[in-house]
């Protein structure tokens, strides 16, 4: 799931959903500023890499996170 909140953004407000698979799997590449969450809804273990293109810097944190349940962010998880 992709919540693009970016003021500035013509997508901004819109959400996408995505569903992956062993026999479709996929890159998906999030722009900066974009919330994101991962849900394995199948009955096998999953595996997702979450590659970044610069170092976490822990002087100055570029990285955030809110709860999966925030109301600011308009999407529900399934149950697992």
């Known amino acids: 799931m992709l919540y693009d909140t970016r003021p ?3 997508t901004r407000g819109t959400i996408n959903q995505f569903l992956f698979g062993e026999h479709r799997p996929a890159l998906v590449v999030i722009p900066a500023r974009v919330w994101h ?3 394995n809804t199948g009955s096998t273990p999953a595996c997702v890499l979450n590659l970044v293109d610069s170092a976490y810097d822990y002087a100055s944190p570029d990285h955030w996170r809110v709860p999966a349940d925030s109301p600011h962010v308009p999407f529900t998880f399934p149950p697992a």
Do not use: L
Request: hydrophobic residues 15%; negative net charge.
């Open 37 to 39: 969450g991962v849900q």
């Open 8 to 10: 500035d953004s013509p």
